[in-house]
């Protein structure tokens, strides 16, 4: 198995761009999660999916961030418009049961 | 809400003696542990789990935790490091409804 897959690895745009995050689980996996780390707040869940269905997002600091879950293999995370303060690493994990958790190697997002 | 303490933020060792990270949570029943290790510019890598059972769990790379419920606590050993040990350790807890918490991580030094 190829791991949790994350797309771009790195990514960086000015301020007032519309940035999208991609990943792709472990198959057979049913839930999903997004976290952002920083060296200030270090690792914070922003959204989980179950079963393709969002069931908690209240990490999501803004509305300016939005995640979609449109099948089983694929999510986005969307930051628009994105700030220099969303600068971060993005990681995308999934679990198959018992919250057994396997991360991505996470897009390093720089937003000027 | 399930909670997790790291109460060192950094530890230094030489290379070739023991480690130690110490990691204690706060929830009602039992739940499960996890410790995660995370090198520089990559992902979380799971290095062992407990759910139930043996108090005494191995994991990858040599290490080894153990779940004491009495002290709430699920330290994490290692006898002899090696200088590719050096990276941050997390420490997490999960109570059966698909999220993690995380504790703030300790860094660990590897001095020759």
């Known amino acids: 198995d190829a791991g949790v897959i994350q797309s771009p690895r790195h990514e960086v745009t000015e301020m007032g761009q519309e940035v999208t995050l991609r990943c792709k689980p472990i198959?057979?996996?049913?839930?999903l999660f997004w976290y952002r780390q920083t060296m200030m707040r270090g690792l914070e869940l922003l959204i989980y999916?179950?079963?393709?269905?969002?069931?908690?997002d209240s990490g999501m600091p803004e509305d300016r961030f939005s995640a979609k879950m449109p099948n089983a293999s694929f999510s986005t995370l969307k930051i628009q418009p994105s700030e220099p303060r969303d600068s971060a690493v993005y990681f995308c994990a999934s679990a198959g049961d018992r919250n057994e958790q396997f991360f991505g190697p996470g897009t390093r997002l720089t937003v000027l | 809400a399930q909670s997790v303490t790291q109460p060192d933020i950094h530890i230094t060792v030489s290379e070739g003696a023991s480690l130690e990270l110490r990691c204690n949570y706060s929830y009602g029943a039992t739940p499960y542990l996890f410790w995660y290790v995370q090198s520089p510019g990559q992902g979380l890598q799971l290095l062992l789990k407990?759910?139930?059972?043996?108090?005494l769990v191995q994991g990858i790379k040599g290490f080894e935790a153990e779940f004491k419920r009495s002290q709430s606590s699920f330290n994490l050993r290692k006898p002899s490091v090696h200088w590719s040990d050096a990276a941050e350790y997390f420490c997490?807890?999960?109570?059966?409804?698909?999220?993690?918490?995380f504790g703030a991580g300790t860094t660990v030094t590897v001095r020759a």
């Open positions: 997490a807890v999960g109570a059966g409804d698909y999220k993690l918490s």
């Open positions: 407990y759910f139930s059972g043996d108090t």
């Open positions: 999916f179950n079963n393709n269905v969002p069931i908690d």
């Open positions: 198959s057979g996996h049913n839930s």
